[in-house]
């Protein structure tokens, strides 16, 4: 019995060795997908997440978070903004809202004011 088991598995696994598959895509979907791909790298940026870690007017109190956040963070990048009279400071950069959850519950300890945001990433800045 076990000799007729493993010879039938051999000739299975043989079997599945030399089969093929073929599609045949329609020209229109091929078309299609080509102007999709290209569409999509010319993309350089998508819409994203970030975290906000403080929203200010006072330039010091900016300068300060910053560094308090490179120090607690050297391998996140950080920028800021100004949007008359406010200062941004946003952080990290993730493709999805769940890939941030984690830094933005850290950062709620040392920036309880952090808030995610969606923002305009490049996509060389995503974080994997």
Do not use: H
């Amino acid at each position: 019995m076990k000799f007729i088991f493993s010879l039938l598995f051999c000739i299975l696994s043989i079997a599945q060795g030399k089969s093929q598959i073929t599609i045949a895509e329609d020209a229109g979907v091929s078309r299609l997908m080509s102007d999709y791909v290209f569409q999509n790298q010319q993309q350089a940026a998508i819409k994203g997440w970030r975290i906000q870690i403080i929203t200010t007017n006072d330039r010091r109190k900016m300068e300060l978070a910053i560094t308090k956040f490179n120090s607690l963070y050297p391998g996140v990048q950080s920028s800021w903004e100004q949007e008359v009279p406010f200062y941004k400071v946003k952080v990290g950069a993730y493709e999805n809202k769940d890939e941030m959850q984690g830094l933005l519950l850290d950062l709620k300890r040392e920036f309880p004011s952090a808030i995610p945001v969606v923002d305009n990433i490049r996509k060389t800045e995503l974080i994997p």
